[in-house]
């Protein structure tokens, strides 16, 4: 795994935004950055990081099914306890999955390492899935890239062949978000586009346009039936809107269902190590009033169960500032110190990306800082030509 200087292309911001990626700036400063590469051997790909990924799927999903008969544990994941028989349902009845990203520490040596599992929200799944990839072409093209210069990326064809899969007849399927938002917003128009690839009759809603009607069903502002909904608005903040009473009886199809509030929470993370300790791609972790957790000693990472994009995410024993944005009421864990590997003062995340139970891509993402936070820049990758 190397990261490589390059040249960007002189028109990349037009092409960016001829493609709908018009959030590739954050506060002024490049989100998308062309300006280098992370390099990755084939067998960094096929012996650690894919393989990574699918392990800990598959970890993740026995997780779930022990959660849903235990209110214990439900409870422990701060899942209210009046939504406790509502997620669990949703597995009983298999409701399937569409995709999952998990953040793995690495540096090319040493086994991937779980920081997180973003499992219900799809940040970064556009750049990801397509925006690098036309990078790819471009540069294979002009010859800035040698001739067979590959990438861990099938995920347009993967998303676009699931929703085939879950909807085989096609259909009519909601899709929502913050229509205010603009990097959501654009995200479900690339969901919608593939919805529509796979033979689907897309429809948007903005979240806050979705009303409930006299029978307790949640319809569009055209009084249209919320039947089969994709939603890019998490679940631990779902459960706990004042419409959440209809969750159980509104009978949606959700996409991501419900039973992913279980994993899309850092509760996880102290769960899976206490079931598979010493798992090569685990960090040690415990929730925070738990004793065990002295083992870490004086330098760890504290985490809210729910937080997003850093915020509130505390390195106990460092300096790093803290990005406050009020995550936390619900508790935190506590992670084994980890910190992404040093390129030159650049620290990158591997997003590892899961299509339905298959690993699908991936995305990096690199800070300044050892923890990634909102300002993060999203940078293309490679597999080398003969690597």
């Not at 849903?68 to 409870?75: D, G, H, N, P």
Request: hydrophobic letters at 45%.
């Amino acid at each position: 795994m190397r990261r490589l200087d390059l040249t960007p292309r002189a028109d990349w911001q037009a092409k960016a935004d001829a493609v709908g990626f018009v959030y590739h700036h954050t506060d002024g400063q490049p989100y998308w950055d062309e300006s280098a590469v992370y390099a990755f051997t084939l067998a960094q790909i096929e012996d650690d990081l894919e393989p990574a990924a699918a392990d800990l799927h598959e970890l993740c999903l026995d997780l779930v099914d022990e959660a849903v008969r235990s209110e214990a544990l439900m409870t422990r994941l701060a899942i209210p306890a009046e939504h406790q028989d509502f997620v669990a349902a949703s597995w009983r009845a298999k409701e399937p999955s569409l995709y999952g990203r998990f953040d793995f520490g690495y540096d090319g040596a040493a086994k991937p390492k779980l920081y997180e599992y973003n499992a219900d929200t799809p940040t970064s799944v556009f750049e990801a899935a397509t925006f690098q990839w036309l990078w790819l072409e471009e540069l294979l093209a002009s010859g800035a890239l040698p001739a067979g210069t590959d990438q861990f990326n099938s995920l347009f064809e993967a998303l676009r062949d699931r929703f085939k899969t879950l909807f085989p007849t096609g259909g009519f399927v909601h899709f929502a978000s913050d229509a205010q938002a603009v990097e959501d917003r654009q995200t479900v128009r690339f969901f919608e586009d593939l919805a529509l690839q796979a033979g689907l009759d897309p429809k948007f809603v903005a979240i806050d346009d979705i009303g409930v009607n006299a029978e307790g069903q949640f319809v569009d502002k055209d009084n249209l039936l919320l039947q089969a909904a994709f939603k890019l608005y998490p679940w631990e903040f779902m459960l706990r809107e004042p419409y959440a009473a209809h969750l159980k009886t509104a009978a949606v199809r959700w996409m991501e269902p419900a039973w992913k509030s279980i994993l899309s929470n850092k509760g996880i993370l102290p769960l899976l190590w206490e079931r598979h300790p010493g798992h090569p791609n685990l960090l040690e972790a415990y929730f925070e009033d738990d004793p065990r957790a002295s083992a870490l000693g004086p330098r760890h990472v504290r985490k809210p169960l729910f937080s997003r994009e850093g915020a509130n995410v505390e390195v106990i024993g460092g300096d790093e500032p803290v990005l406050d944005q009020g995550y936390g009421q619900e508790g935190a864990i506590l992670q084994a110190y980890y910190p992404p590997a040093d390129f030159g003062g650049r620290r990158p995340v591997i997003g590892a990306w899961i299509v339905g139970a298959e690993p699908a891509g991936i995305g990096v993402r690199e800070d300044d800082s050892v923890v990634t936070k909102n300002l993060a820049r999203f940078v293309p990758h490679i597999i080398e030509a003969g690597g």
